[in-house]
């Protein structure tokens, strides 16, 4: 059984309904599974004069932190964030800044890795914040799984090859099911790699 790690930075709770799909799609094709989110930079005050960001803060209180353990635990990874003028959130970008030593050890070398990420605009950047996540992944020598134009629900949810993305509702924490969709999607396909990969990875 090939073990995923689904690690996540969410403001408001876009990224993290994601995040779910994106595990519930692998635990359906046989994955075992750690959910974890990255710790929150913004300060207490900023949450707390955004009603949606601090009610999140407060809905994902009971979700595990991420730590290096659940990266050197894992035999693949699907990390996801909004968009922040076109890159990753400082927040997932500082949980990936302390992994240099288990970089060195080549702890994820060979191991599948996917991308999911979303902006308030259908143009707000996913496609480049993607990119950016999977600049961290050349750096690691994971493989990327991307969606491509694998299945139908690529196209339903917006047609992005390169990761599962999103436009956020204006109010709420509404994600379009056919998103969703494309995130269990990408779950599974993410846990198939890894289950071809794990046995393979000391030979590659």
């Known amino acids: 059984m090939a073990k995923l790690a689904v690690i996540y ?11 779910q799909a994106v595990e519930e799609g692998a635990r ?29 803060v407060a809905e994902a209180a009971g979700v595990p932190l991420a730590a290096p353990e659940d990266v050197e635990w894992a035999d693949g990874y699907a990390f996801g964030s909004p ?24 702890v994820m070398a060979n191991k599948p890795a996917a991308a999911f990420t979303g902006a308030a605009n259908p ?28 299945d139908r629900v ?10 599962v993305s999103y436009q956020a509702a204006r109010e709420g924490v509404a994600v379009a099911p056919e998103v969703l969709e494309a995130a269990r999607y990408l779950g599974g396909r993410l846990a198939r790699f890894a289950a071809v990969l794990t046995p393979e990875r000391s030979r590659l």
């Open 28 to 56: 359906a094709a046989g994955a075992q599974t750690r959910l974890r989110r990255v710790a929150e930079l913004a300060p207490e005050a900023v949450v707390a004069a955004n009603p949606g960001w601090k009610a999140h």
């Open 83 to 106: 968009t922040r003028f076109g890159v990753m959130a400082a927040a997932l970008k500082l949980f990936f800044d302390g992994l240099g030593g288990l970089w060195g050890r080549g």
């Open 154 to 163: 690529v196209y339903a949810a917006g047609g992005n090859p390169y990761g």
């Open 123 to 150: 143009h707000g950047g996913q496609e480049t914040t993607l990119h950016t996540i999977h600049n961290v992944m050349y750096h690691w020598g994971t493989v990327i799984v991307a969606p491509g134009y694998t």
């Open 9 to 19: 930075y969410s403001a408001t709770g876009h990224t993290y309904r994601v995040a």
